[in-house]
């Protein structure tokens, strides 16, 4: 378990494609015709889901940050991070695209940061222009899952614009808006493993980049730090049992951990002949448990 270092050196090899460099400079391109750029983050991990290379081209354009994926992080959490936006000058919204909650104030918020502008474009006789937006966001925050939402899914293309390559489509939200999608984009090396870390979590980073166990292992280390209580209640452990295993100071931390995830294994029964626990398994437990709010709302960024 301490290769990390390793693995993610192949994930600065792996994890920035060549088709990537292409679409970050279509965008860049783009913003030239865009009124608002609306990012969207996953709000258990609002800065890791930042893409630091888009973020310095989007930063004079006029955002909306919409905070995804909201149910599943701490509520406490989600009013600071909006908070923090605010007082760096960026409207933030919670939103669960699934469900459609918070679409409605994105609407809002777009046509309000836009407002100065509409009144410059009203004194230039374009009286009634639709507000254009670019949808920006690294894979796996729920893009598109957002983008169905705010589009409800069978809203007529607007058509090609001027200037604009034939491939591009505009779809229509309302009357006043335009919505332009881009690809997911990630950029080529993570500031610190740490980063790389809450992103293989979230599932931004596909797990056969980095091995599930290490993930695991890792997310695992971290809730036991941070959420205790919601691993001891989710998995049906014992306090006593867990601050035994983590306290045994005859072994190394790395088999504390390891032992926990063993402990994990045998309350699920992911045993495999012999009596070994199957520690693919368990990874596949918690990593999925932790994503699908089975372990309970948790952000893994916190103020």
Same mark, same amino acid.
């Given at each position: 378990?301490?290769?990390?270092?390793?693995?993610?050196?192949?994930?600065?090899?792996? /994890?920035?494609?060549?088709?990537?460099?292409?679409?970050?400079?279509?965008?860049?391109?783009?913003?030239?015709?865009?009124?608002?750029?609306?990012?969207? $983050?996953?709000?258990?991990?609002?800065?890791?889901?930042?893409?630091?290379?888009?973020?310095?081209?989007?930063?004079?354009?006029?955002?909306?940050?919409?905070?995804?994926?909201?149910?599943?992080?701490?509520?406490?959490?989600?009013?600071? /991070?909006?908070?923090?936006?605010?007082?760096?000058?960026?409207?933030?919204? $919670?939103?669960?695209?699934?469900?459609?909650?918070?679409?409605?104030?994105?609407?809002?918020?777009?046509?309000?940061?836009?407002?100065?502008?509409?009144?410059?474009?009203?004194?230039?006789?374009?009286?009634?222009?639709?507000?254009?937006?670019?949808?920006?966001?690294?894979?796996?925050?729920?893009?598109?899952?957002?983008?169905?939402?705010?589009?409800?899914? #069978?809203?007529?293309?607007?058509?090609?614009?001027?200037?604009?390559?034939?491939?591009?489509? /505009?779809?229509?939200?309302?009357?006043?808006?335009?919505?332009?999608? #881009?690809?997911?984009?990630? /950029?080529?090396?993570?500031?610190?493993?740490? #980063?790389?870390?809450?992103?293989?979590?979230?599932?931004?980073?596909?797990?056969?980049?980095?091995?599930?166990?290490?993930?695991?292992?890792?997310?695992?280390?971290?809730?036991?730090?941070?959420?205790?209580?919601?691993?001891?209640?989710?998995?049906?452990?014992?306090?006593?049992?867990?601050?035994?295993?983590?306290?045994?100071?005859?072994?190394?931390?790395?088999?504390?951990?390891?032992?926990?995830?063993?402990?994990?294994?045998?309350?699920?029964?992911?045993?495999?002949?012999?009596?070994?626990?199957?520690?693919?398994?368990?990874?596949?437990?918690?990593?999925?448990?932790?994503?699908?709010?089975?372990?309970?709302?948790?952000?893994?960024?916190?103020?």
């Amino acid at each position: 378990m301490n290769n990390n270092e390793e693995k993610l050196q192949k994930v600065n090899i792996n /994890w920035y494609p060549g088709h990537m460099a292409k679409t970050k400079r279509q965008i860049i391109e783009d913003l030239k015709l865009i009124d608002v750029v609306v990012q969207i $983050l996953d709000a258990r991990s609002p800065k890791a889901s930042i893409n630091p290379d888009i973020a310095e081209y989007v930063k004079n354009k006029k955002q909306v940050i919409v905070l995804n994926k909201y149910d599943l992080a701490d509520e406490e959490q989600n009013k600071k /991070w909006v908070n923090y936006f605010k007082q760096n000058g960026v409207e933030a919204v $919670l939103v669960d695209s699934n469900s459609g909650k918070g679409i409605e104030e994105v609407i809002r918020k777009i046509e309000k940061v836009y407002e100065e502008d509409k009144e410059n474009y009203n004194d230039k006789g374009r009286k009634g222009k639709s507000i254009r937006v670019m949808v920006i966001g690294i894979p796996n925050v729920g893009k598109s899952s957002f983008i169905n939402r705010i589009t409800k899914k #069978t809203s007529t293309q607007v058509g090609n614009k001027p200037g604009v390559t034939r491939q591009k489509q /505009w779809v229509r939200v309302n009357q006043n808006i335009e919505l332009l999608d #881009t690809p997911g984009v990630l /950029w080529p090396k993570f500031e610190n493993e740490q #980063t790389a870390l809450k992103l293989a979590y979230i599932g931004t980073i596909k797990d056969d980049i980095l091995q599930k166990t290490e993930i695991a292992y890792n997310l695992l280390k971290y809730l036991l730090e941070e959420e205790k209580e919601k691993v001891i209640e989710r998995y049906k452990l014992t306090k006593e049992q867990v601050e035994y295993e983590l306290q045994n100071e005859d072994r190394m931390e790395n088999e504390n951990i390891l032992e926990i995830i063993y402990m994990i294994g045998r309350k699920r029964g992911a045993i495999m002949s012999g009596g070994h626990i199957d520690e693919e398994k368990v990874a596949n437990i918690i990593l999925e448990e932790f994503r699908s709010g089975k372990l309970g709302k948790i952000t893994l960024e916190k103020l």
